[in-house]
């Protein structure tokens, strides 16, 4: 009898971030035409991340929708389809023929999505001449958060031990860093994390974290890079 | 107009009472009109370690609703002229601070007077956001202490962000560092964080360090503001605070582990 299911399976909880690509029209060529033309501009744009198809806007046209040509030409790109966004019966019975999962996505919050590599920037922000990255002054205190989304944060004053800061982009710390930081929070791998001191409660980049736990005082040592490495999260001084 | 000058710590226990009586009655004896307004709402505490708590008739509460205006309710201190005291009430809490009341009153003090001191109550909820929200400068009241030090970073950059001055464009207000219950010989020991430690961190102005000191709980005991205690230590040293809260340069001391006289070092006292 001790062999039950817990020597199986074990069930865990996680949140996830994903992507919602809403359709404004029903066409898979010209679904196909627009998803090129974004990613032409931001290649990295959808890439690996879970992403959710939203047809609300389609109104009662979801049945008429031929799901399974959506679905080859989002493989084709690289664009994991998950499910469908639950918003109504004609969506529900699309995926149950389709054999997707229906989701509800109440609650959460939902951040408009930018690709957030050189190619992208020079692209969309050439012609306004302003930088998307965000240039803090002031300590960061516990409890206070800041994103820089879209770009890199710089931060020239401490930020505190409880206080989180978050880019889309890499973060330049110049001052005392022993919150959390989190760079490439979209899921840019190529972000970085550079301090002149490794005091961090945590440091992550596109979701893989150490723990000040997990940091050995020799890597908190002198101005530091945070990398990633395929999966894993290298700590090395400049 | 007067200057309104927040008291706060965000941890209970820390010493904003003591020294929102010591400062204002530091305040107040160099010849400036000065008000100290007890936030606490439900736990009052100003008017004991003041002296004058059989002399409450109306609170601040009453003021905010109508029934009794300020000349009614203002205690006046026996001890030092210009010193007036806006007590708590003990019997309602805090959501009977609304914002429009406190501004009114703030605003009808403000014509009276040069300072005007409020005690926060401890924590980050209605009392000690409504104590803030029209501070003109921030207080900020530690012990040299992990929990303590956390909670003077968050109520800084509460500061920073939830006054009337932030939310009108003006950026944070200036905030300043009162460090107190320090004890030279337990920061010696490694017991205690030192005055850099406590500023590297929380990266503010240093407004003053009171020493641990017995005349401290004394002095609450018997309802006058440490800082008349004037051959105490914690008495010079919240001399020393209100003077350079009104601009003047003065040195810090009690710093240091005192240096035994001979007779200490035979008899080890």
Same mark, same amino acid.
């Given at each position: 009898? !001790?062999?039950?299911?817990?020597?199986?399976?074990?069930?865990?909880?996680?949140?996830?971030?994903?992507?919602?690509?809403?359709?404004?029209?029903?066409?898979?060529?010209?679904?196909?035409?627009?998803?090129?033309?974004? %990613?032409?501009?931001?290649?990295?744009?959808? !890439?690996?991340?879970?992403?959710?198809?939203?047809?609300?806007?389609?109104?009662?046209?979801?049945?008429?929708?031929?799901?399974?040509?959506?679905?080859?030409?989002?493989?084709?790109?690289?664009?994991?389809?998950?499910?469908?966004?639950?918003?109504?019966?004609?969506?529900?019975?699309?995926?149950?023929?389709?054999?997707?999962?229906?989701?509800?996505?109440?609650?959460?919050?939902?951040?408009?999505?930018?690709?957030?590599?050189?190619?992208?920037?020079?692209?969309?922000?050439?012609?306004?001449? !302003?930088?998307?990255?965000?240039?803090?002054?002031?300590?960061?205190? !516990?409890?206070?958060?800041?994103?820089?989304?879209?770009?890199?944060?710089?931060?020239?004053?401490?930020?505190?031990?409880?206080?989180?800061?978050?880019?889309?982009?890499?973060?330049?710390?110049?001052?005392?860093?022993?919150?959390?930081?989190?760079?490439?929070?979209?899921?840019?791998?190529?972000?970085?994390? %550079?301090?002149?001191?490794?005091?961090?409660?945590?440091?992550?980049?596109?979701?893989?974290?150490?723990?000040?736990?997990?940091?050995?005082?020799?890597?908190?040592?002198?101005?530091?890079?945070?990398?990633?490495?395929?999966?894993?999260?290298?700590?090395?001084?400049? | 107009?007067?200057?309104?000058?927040?008291?706060?710590?965000?941890?209970?226990?820390?010493?904003?009472?003591?020294?929102?009586?010591?400062?204002?009655?530091?305040?107040?004896?160099?010849?400036?009109?000065?008000?100290?307004?007890?936030?606490?709402?439900?736990?009052?505490?100003?008017?004991?370690?003041?002296?004058?708590?059989?002399?409450?008739?109306?609170?601040?509460?009453?003021?905010?609703?109508?029934?009794?205006?300020?000349?009614?309710?203002?205690?006046?201190?026996?001890?030092?002229?210009?010193?007036?005291?806006?007590?708590?009430?003990?019997?309602?809490?805090?959501?009977?601070?609304?914002?429009?009341?406190?501004?009114?009153?703030?605003?009808?003090?403000?014509?009276?007077?040069?300072?005007?001191?409020?005690?926060?109550?401890?924590?980050?909820?209605?009392?000690?956001?409504?104590?803030?929200?029209?501070?003109?400068?921030?207080?900020?009241?530690?012990?040299?202490?992990?929990?303590?030090?956390?909670?003077?970073?968050?109520?800084?950059?509460?500061?920073?962000?939830?006054?009337?001055?932030?939310?009108?464009?003006?950026?944070?207000?200036?905030?300043?560092?009162?460090?107190?219950?320090?004890?030279?010989?337990?920061?010696?020991?490694?017991?205690?964080?030192?005055?850099?430690?406590?500023?590297?961190?929380?990266?503010?102005?240093?407004?003053?360090?009171?020493?641990?000191?017995?005349?401290?709980?004394?002095?609450?005991?018997?309802?006058?503001?440490?800082?008349?205690?004037?051959?105490?230590?914690?008495?010079?040293?919240?001399?020393?605070?209100?003077?350079?809260?009104?601009?003047?340069?003065?040195?810090?001391?009690?710093?240091?582990?005192?240096?035994?006289?001979?007779?200490?070092?035979?008899?080890?006292?």
């Amino acid at each position: 009898m !001790s062999n039950g299911a817990e020597t199986v399976l074990q069930f865990k909880g996680r949140m996830i971030t994903v992507t919602i690509l809403r359709l404004l029209a029903p066409g898979p060529e010209a679904v196909a035409a627009a998803l090129d033309e974004r %990613f032409r501009d931001a290649p990295g744009l959808l !890439s690996g991340l879970p992403t959710v198809l939203d047809l609300e806007a389609l109104g009662e046209a979801p049945s008429g929708l031929d799901l399974k040509a959506l679905q080859d030409l989002l493989r084709a790109r690289g664009v994991p389809l998950i499910g469908l966004r639950d918003s109504g019966e004609a969506v529900r019975r699309l995926a149950a023929v389709g054999g997707l999962p229906v989701l509800k996505l109440d609650g959460g919050r939902e951040v408009p999505r930018q690709e957030s590599g050189s190619a992208a920037r020079t692209a969309s922000q050439a012609p306004t001449g !302003s930088s998307q990255t965000l240039v803090v002054t002031q300590p960061v205190r !516990s409890g206070q958060q800041v994103y820089a989304r879209g770009g890199d944060l710089v931060l020239t004053a401490a930020v505190s031990a409880g206080a989180e800061v978050l880019a889309d982009g890499h973060i330049h710390a110049y001052g005392p860093l022993r919150g959390r930081a989190m760079a490439g929070v979209v899921g840019d791998t190529g972000a970085r994390i %550079f301090c002149r001191r490794l005091d961090c409660e945590m440091v992550a980049i596109a979701g893989r974290y150490r723990l000040s736990e997990q940091i050995t005082d020799a890597e908190r040592e002198g101005p530091v890079q945070v990398r990633l490495e395929g999966d894993s999260l290298v700590i090395e001084r400049l | 107009m007067a200057k309104i000058v927040v008291v706060t710590s965000g941890k209970g226990g820390v010493g904003k009472t003591t020294t929102s009586a010591a400062i204002s009655t530091g305040l107040a004896r160099a010849g400036h009109r000065t008000a100290v307004v007890d936030f606490d709402v439900g736990l009052r505490n100003l008017d004991l370690i003041m002296g004058v708590e059989r002399r409450v008739v109306y609170d601040f509460v009453n003021v905010i609703n109508g029934d009794a205006n300020l000349k009614q309710t203002l205690i006046r201190d026996k001890r030092v002229d210009g010193l007036y005291i806006l007590p708590a009430s003990q019997t309602r809490d805090k959501d009977a601070l609304t914002t429009e009341g406190v501004e009114r009153v703030l605003n009808e003090l403000s014509e009276d007077f040069d300072y005007i001191i409020c005690d926060s109550p401890a924590g980050i909820e209605r009392g000690a956001l409504m104590a803030a929200y029209f501070a003109d400068e921030a207080i900020v009241v530690t012990n040299p202490e992990v929990s303590s030090v956390r909670d003077s970073d968050r109520i800084l950059g509460i500061l920073s962000s939830k006054t009337r001055h932030a939310e009108q464009g003006n950026g944070p207000i200036p905030g300043r560092l009162l460090l107190t219950r320090y004890s030279p010989e337990r920061v010696a020991r490694g017991e205690m964080l030192s005055v850099e430690d406590v500023q590297e961190i929380l990266a503010v102005d240093l407004l003053g360090v009171i020493p641990e000191s017995r005349a401290v709980l004394n002095a609450s005991n018997a309802g006058t503001p440490v800082i008349l205690d004037e051959d105490s230590d914690a008495g010079q040293a919240y001399a020393d605070a209100a003077a350079r809260f009104l601009g003047e340069e003065r040195e810090h001391r009690f710093l240091d582990v005192p240096r035994k006289g001979l007779f200490g070092r035979l008899f080890g006292s």
